[in-house]
């Protein structure tokens, strides 16, 4: 059992022992199982920031640290496990073991079944890394549905007055969108007889490929199912693609399908919030990435126009409604739906610029948006309530409060100097070329995301203190622990941004090398 | 003599041995009706074996009776069970299992 | 001078003898890098990241630190000040039009976004070029003086040590903006900026006005914001690289290689989008409401976005992207700036708060230089803002004195106040004559080259529209005198008309006279001309220090070549030949003109100013509320924003999720009815085979007696049936 050689194994499943430990200790013991939980999420977090400094190659295009070992075998129906990441996987396993580490501490006022809460929240953990690192799409769409239960919990027991109703609308929506692609991963197994994404070697030394290398070089052979290629009228490809983008788009939110978000966000618990803005979102735009457009590369390039109008009105509609909100939770829910239209507006741009802007974007949203959510948990723990309009002049009585949300705010807005900007920056830059009015459209979302961000802040925190909060306390000890590493990572990617892109750049270069249509 | 003697002789045996094992309501009876029938049926075999010649029905007969006999003893053993447990040897009293 | 600039030969000289030793290439870099080595670079790049350190420091530690560490940020600011001195120095002993350093020719760059073969980059780097090096100076020194007057002006403050953070940090953002070499860089610390100017507006942020301010101010200037970031991405996509030489270099051959050796079109709206920047951080027409509104902000804070940063940003910007400002581009900035001039000249007539009048009087002086850079005098309007800088730092510093001394910023309430505040007055007049365009003082001289320019282009274009930024510039010139000594009339002369505030007003300490002293005497020599790298007499032909380092390099045109060479020859023959003279006249008959009136109005009473106000009280009401802008942009832009974004947040909350909630319901109600159909007809077959069967079996139970003789009797009769069967078959 070498750490080294399965790292990413041990990243996954480290939180099972911690599932099990807990599993084990009487739910009295209150401070022990919030220990156990601590470390059995420190440990892949060590595991992960390992992984990011000395384990992963920077440098390389390849899939690296990859594991693989047959799981079920029946005939023909081979289902490996196959894991592995790249620069497009590896920072989104990193910000998980963090997310999920600060998620931990951030939970530390949970007390009702404090067992149940941590073991299912680690078990999230094991269902989002496994996501991310699977390379074969049986194992993924095992991951995917990991995932969803314990979130389904998580919001349904321990979350707010509507939980039961939030709770059923995600785990119903997203489970529609799985349902689709599960369809989508049959049909390709039909036709191919394989579901490993990434080719590989085996044991005679012959390549065996990949999904995604068939459909580069000779497309998905559809002759298997219909005679010419047709289903219903529309090319077979085009079926997989719409399959696959609807189950990513309902994950990223892509509008029309985000009105889960904020319903799933307003009602789950804020550590709860936190792990679903910050890496669940996440989910959407990788599946997208990984799978969703590789694998049907010409119905990509066909309808990307399309995608990147979904992109604008993403970024531009959701800071709209943001701006409508009077609920402190909803508006931040709503920005980071206009925060996700980057990632499909980039991701449809195709450029080098743009590709490189959306991936940034997943990151740096993820530091971001789990900022913003632990500011609104603070305030809510204090004056049990998100009316906007009933606060005023927080600043005076929580100045340091006031200063970290302001960094919050401004690194949510992009302010040069902080992550966000240089992935919204660089998406724009990117999609200028392929989209010039959408881009242009998409700078009205830039300043509206200001606007309702900095009008959240005059109503919250400027002006003259409101009498009833004359007595809440400043920010603690404990909350500004689970603040500081995200607004480090705001600041060190905002003023060496590099250090992330040399890691993506690779990624996705040889991600744009999968079209071959493009150049 | 010919065969049909023997065989109206046999008949009426069995018709007698049925008739006691149906109607009487005594367990001795019962008995007594039942060696009718295995005696009416023997007599038959008895009978065939001499006209065709053959021994084997003469055999098969005295297999018969042999069983027959502990046939009597096992039963006469569970009447007394029987009168023991219920204090009578009507076949519709014991109706534990029943229901 | 001439102590520093035989220094600084000596040095070019070391250099160049290094530079033997080294060989002949080494020799034609140093000499291409005017004695410029990496160490100038890293002391070039000290300057902001100085304040930047004290802004880190003070950040966390300020409270603790004693006096709150302002000393430690008036140091740093100085430090950097030192700098900036040492490295104009050196410009100055280059003394060449074409001086230009940049990082990337000596080896140092920094790759922001990764260096991957094969994918673009973006390359950031320090430019030092004459601009930039007066403009270091410029802001070290108007920043280090502000930082000092905060030390007196914000003492007692409950937040003195953010303060202090804030205003380095916006220092910072304005030094590293001077010396970006790039337009993303820019753009950064242009944001910055706006980040900055947010913050200490918003200072006493428990004020509902301030916060109001503060929110009005960053999101003006964001709008202008986002335009100039989709200008960026015009020139990205058409050139692939930001680098303001790489730019200027590309835009050349744009021009060169277009069919019809034209300006291309996406060119124009690329250079208007990037104007627009400028428009919302400059304060110019439509986008100026922002800048009076600013006032709420403390005054050192006034000043330092009035005279050093976010508004100099702008003009700084049209400055340095005027190579890539088409014709067309160029007409929209003049008519906007000039406009701008004597829009903002008029509401400064009738302001009666000091700050506001002189925030108005900021505007229309930015509409100056943009007006200038427009029509082609770049150097003038950047020169303009140099002086622009120090007497408009003097007065709102000034201003800042009269208010700490009244506590009041109400115009109608001062009066007389020469007799307290005497170093006041005096600065604060000094910056006035600056302001109004006397001889002699410093703003004569730069107003005297815009209005040239603007006369030379009118004179060459023949088309009436290229009057128009003259015309404009010309009457705002006159009015300017006339507001800006209305505002010494009725602050500094006359009787107090508040006698108990006039009793208290006492001048304050050292802190605070010290920088207006330094700014009001470099009101006055600031402008002065230069030939040949030293002072000239006053009344030579010799033209202002920083006109003659600037204007001689060879003009954009003339690279270009073709028609555009000819035109521009053109222009510079009306410039030198007949504007000139013209416009000196022209200035000196406005200022004049303005001055006489101010003096007939509000120091001999000649005229009674309430009387004309009287007479056109519909119009004076009309400019009194400055034109009702806030209130237009009140009613549409913002209400509009604010009705749509409801709008579309009900439209979410009904339609896109009542949809789903449909689609939900509608699955709830299909579900109940294949329940229903289970429940009745599904299961009903089902349980109708149950009971069937339960029906025969207790029928069938009646047969099982459990008597044997029952049995018996059956099993016989159904033996004698079978043997009856087989019998009678």
Not at chain 1, 194 to 218: C, H, M, P, W
Not at chain 3, 53 to 72: E, H, N, S
Not at chain 3, 123 to 148: E, K, P, R, W
Not at chain 3, 584 to 611: M, P, T
Request: charged fraction near 10%.
């Amino acid at each position: 059992m070498n750490v080294a050689s399965n790292l990413l194994s041990w990243i996954t499943f480290f939180p099972l022992v911690g599932i099990l430990a807990i599993m084990c200790l009487p739910s009295a013991q209150k401070q022990l199982i919030r220990l156990v939980a601590i470390v059995a999420s420190a440990v892949p977090l060590g595991l992960s920031l390992y992984m990011w400094f000395w384990g992963f190659d920077g440098a390389s295009e390849r899939m690296q640290l990859i594991e693989r070992a047959p799981w079920i075998q029946a005939g023909n129906f081979v289902v490996q496990y196959f894991v592995g990441v790249d620069g497009l996987s590896m920072p989104l396993v990193a910000l998980t073991c963090l997310l999920l580490f600060i998620g931990v501490f951030a939970s530390w006022n949970i007390e009702r079944g404090l067992k149940g809460y941590f073991a299912l929240l680690l078990l999230l953990e094991i269902g989002i890394n496994g996501t991310f690192v699977s390379l074969d799409m049986f194992l993924f769409y095992v991951f995917w549905e990991i995932m969803l239960l314990p979130m389904y919990f998580l919001i349904g027991i321990w979350g707010g007055p509507r939980r039961e109703y939030a709770a059923i609308k995600f785990f119903l929506y997203t489970l529609a969108g799985s349902v689709l692609m599960l369809v989508a991963i049959v049909a390709i197994y039909i036709i191919t007889g394989r579901f490993n994404i990434q080719s590989y070697l085996d044991v005679n030394g012959n390549n065996v490929a990949g999904l995604l290398e068939l459909a580069r070089t000779k497309n998905i052979n559809p002759q298997v199912l219909t005679a010419n290629g047709m289903l219903l009228g529309l090319p077979f490809q085009d079926w997989i693609f719409w399959f696959f983008f609807i189950a990513f788009a309902i994950k990223v939110p892509v509008f029309p399908f985000h009105t889960w978000l904020p319903d799933a966000h307003v009602e789950a618990p804020t550590p709860i919030s936190v792990i679903l803005a910050g890496i669940l979102l996440k989910l959407g735009g990788y599946g997208m990435l990984r799978i969703g457009f590789p694998i049907a590369p010409e119905s990509f390039m066909k309808y990307r126009d399309f995608l990147a109008v979904l992109g604008t009105i993403n970024i531009v509609y959701g800071a709209y409604v943001a701006m409508g909100q009077t609920d402190f939770k909803k508006l931040v829910a709503y920005s980071s739906v206009s925060h996700m239209g980057y990632v499909l507006l980039g991701a449809a741009s195709m450029t080098d610029m743009g590709l490189k802007g959306a991936t940034l974007q997943m990151f740096n949203h993820g530091t971001s948006s789990a900022m913003l959510f632990l500011i609104v948990g603070v305030l809510y723990d204090r004056a049990h309530h998100r009316d906007l309009n009933g606060f005023g002049g927080l600043m005076t009585q929580m100045p340091r409060y006031g200063g970290w949300t302001t960094l919050g705010f401004f690194a949510a807005l992009g302010l040069p100097g902080l992550a966000g900007f240089w992935s919204e920056a660089m998406t724009l830059l990117g999609s200028f070329g392929p989209y010039p009015t959408l881009t242009i459209i998409s700078g009205l979302g830039v300043l509206m995301t200001a606007a309702f961000l900095l009008w959240t802040i005059q109503r919250v925190f400027l002006g003259p203190l409101n009498p009833k909060y004359a007595k809440l306390p400043d920010i603690s000890a404990r909350e500004i622990f689970c603040q500081a590493p995200f607004a480090a990572l705001c600041i060190v990617f905002g003023v060496a941004p590099a250090m992330l892109i040399n890691i993506l750049a690779p990624a996705v270069k040889s991600y744009l090398a999968m079209f071959p249509g493009l150049h | 003599m010919g065969l049909a003697g023997y065989l109206i002789v046999s008949a009426v045996m069995l018709a007698c041995g049925i008739v006691c094992t149906v109607a009487r309501k005594n367990v001795i009876y019962i008995l007594m009706g039942i060696e009718l029938i295995l005696n009416a049926a023997n007599l038959n075999l008895v009978a065939f074996s001499r006209f065709n010649g053959h021994l084997d029905g003469q055999v098969f007969a005295i297999f018969s009776i042999i069983l027959a006999a502990a046939e009597a003893a096992v039963a006469l053993a569970i009447v007394l069970n029987v009168f023991g447990l219920f204090d009578s040897i009507r076949p519709d009293d014991p109706d534990l299992l029943k229901e | 001078m001439h102590s520093i600039l035989s220094i600084l030969q000596e040095h070019a000289k070391t250099a160049e003898q290094a530079g033997e030793a080294a060989g002949g290439a080494a020799r034609a870099l140093a000499s291409a890098n005017w004695g410029f080595e990496q160490k100038d670079i890293y002391l070039l790049m000290a300057i902001p990241l100085l304040p930047l350190a004290g802004y880190i420091i003070q950040l966390f530690f300020g409270r603790k630190l004693p006096r709150q560490g302002d000393w430690m940020l008036i140091s740093l600011m100085f430090a950097g000040f030192g700098i900036a001195i040492y490295e104009f120095a050196k410009c100055l002993g280059a003394w060449s039009p074409e001086f230009k350093i940049e990082s990337r020719t000596m080896g140092l760059s920094w790759n922001f976004l990764g260096s991957s073969p094969g994918s673009p980059s973006l390359v950031a780097g320090v430019l030092y070029d004459n601009l930039s090096a007066a403009m270091l100076v410029v802001v070290t020194l108007v920043s280090s003086l502000v930082h000092l007057f905060s030390a007196g002006y914000m003492k007692g403050d409950s937040r003195y040590h953010l303060f202090f953070a804030n205003i380095s940090l916006f220092s910072f953002a304005m030094l590293g903006l001077v010396i970006s070499d790039n337009l993303i860089f820019f753009f950064i610390f242009w944001e910055l900026m706006g980040l900055c100017s947010y913050l200490l507006i918003g200072h006493f942020y428990y004020k509902d006005s301030a916060r109001k301010a503060s929110l009005k101010a960053f999101m003006t200037t964001r709008i202008g914001d986002v335009c100039l970031l989709i200008g960026l991405c015009i020139l990205y996509q058409h050139f692939g690289t930001l680098q303001f030489t790489e730019l200027y270099e590309k835009v050349k051959i744009a021009v060169q290689n277009s069919p019809t050796h034209e300006w291309p079109e996406w060119l124009t709206a690329a250079g208007i989008l990037v104007f627009l920047g400028s428009v919302g951080k400059s304060a110019q027409f439509p986008l100026h409401v922002w800048l009076p509104d600013a006032m709420e902000g403390p005054t050192p804070v006034s000043a330092m976005i009035h005279a050093a940063t976010m508004v100099a940003a702008g003009v700084y910007l049209v400055g340095r992207a005027f190579p890539i400002l088409t014709p067309d581009a160029r007409i929209v900035v003049s008519i906007v700036g000039s406009f701008t001039g004597i829009f903002a000249a008029t509401i400064g007539i009738c302001a009666n708060d000091i700050k506001k009048v002189l925030a108005y009087s900021t505007i229309s002086q930015l509409g100056f230089m943009i007006a200038s850079i427009g029509v082609g005098g770049v150097g003038a309007g950047l020169f303009h803002m140099i002086t622009h800088a120090c007497f408009k730092a003097c007065l709102f510093l000034g201003s800042g004195s009269v208010i700490h001394a009244v506590h009041t910023q109400d115009m109608r309430e001062m009066g007389g106040l020469r007799r307290k505040l005497p170093i006041t007055y005096l600065t604060m007049l000094a910056s006035t004559l600056a302001i109004a365009g006397v001889p002699l003082f410093a703003g004569f001289y730069s107003k005297d080259a815009i209005l040239a320019h603007a006369l030379a282009r009118a004179m060459n274009e023949g088309i009436w529209y290229y009057y128009l930024p003259i015309a404009f510039l010309a009457t705002a010139s006159c009015i300017t005198a006339f507001y800006m000594f209305r505002l010494v009339h009725m602050t500094f002369h006359g009787e107090p008309r508040d006698r108990e505030k006039f009793d208290h007003a006492h001048e304050s300490g050292p802190a605070m006279a010290i920088p207006l002293i330094v700014l009001g005497s470099l009101a006055v020599v600031c402008g002065y001309p230069f030939a040949h790298g030293i002072p000239a007499p006053l009344f030579s032909e010799a033209r202002p220090w920083f006109l003659a380092i600037w204007e001689d390099h060879v003009p954009f045109e003339t690279l270009l070549g073709g028609h555009f060479a000819e035109h521009h020859e053109h222009y510079e023959h009306i410039l030198h030949e007949s504007a000139h003279s013209n416009a000196v006249i022209l200035s000196l008959c406005a200022a004049g003109l303005g001055i006489s009136l101010s003096f007939a109005f509000y120091y001999f009473r000649w005229f009674s100013a309430e009387k004309c106000a009287n007479a056109i009280r519909p119009v004076y009401n009309t400019v009194l509320n400055k034109y009702y802008f806030d209130e237009f942009y009140g009613k549409t832009f913002i209400a509009g924003t604010l009705v749509f974004s409801k709008v579309s947040s009900l439209f979410d909350k009904y339609v896109i999720d009542g949809i789903v909630n449909f689609v939900g319901g509608l699955m709830k109600k299909s579900s109940d009815a294949s329940a229903s159909f289970d429940r009745t007809v599904v299961d009903g077959f089902v349980n109708f085979a149950g009971f069937g069967t339960q029906a025969i079996a207790s029928i069938s139970r009646m047969l099982q007696t459990g008597r044997i003789q029952q049995y018996v009797a059956f099993s016989v009769f159904a033996l004698v049936v079978v043997a009856a069967l087989l019998i009678l078959r």
